[in-house]
Nanobody
Framework: VQLVESGGGSVQPVGPLILLCAVFGSRSADHFMGWYRRIPGKQRELVASITPGGSINYATSVKGRSTISRDNVKNAVILQMNGLKPEDTAVYYC?????????WGQGTQVTVSA
């Protein structure tokens, strides 16, 4: 299973930031899918996740300005964020977890700048 993230780069505070995680080699809908990030100097943290049953969880720091969703046509998971803050600057990673194992993408840098 391979995960490929896209959509990072430099983004203005108003947003939107739209990150896409495409899954190759398996059905994304069968996996727990999560977006994580590593802020410089800190440990990697969960940003948002969605289970195969559709349960969604957001980190407190992004709740209310973030949406995670599935695109089953693209076999992907999408994270959209608005109202971005400098502290959202980080490397964002996609994760897929299921009966076959635990998989991570290589990460995509997101830099919030006016």
């Amino acid at each position: 299973v391979q995960l490929v993230e896209s959509g990072g780069g430099s983004v203005q505070p108003v947003g939107p930031l739209i990150l896409l995680c495409a899954v190759f080699g398996s059905r994304s809908a069968d996996h727990f899918m999560g977006w994580y990030r590593r802020i410089p100097g800190k440990q990697r943290e969960l940003v948002a996740s969605i289970t195969p049953g559709g349960s969604i969880n957001y980190a407190t720091s992004v709740k209310g300005r973030s949406t995670i969703s599935r695109d089953n046509v693209k076999n992907a998971v999408i994270l959209q964020m608005n109202g971005l803050k400098p502290e959202d600057t980080a490397v964002y990673y996609c994760r897929a977890a299921g009966p076959g194992g635990n998989y991570w993408g290589q990460g995509t840098q997101v830099t919030v700048s006016a």
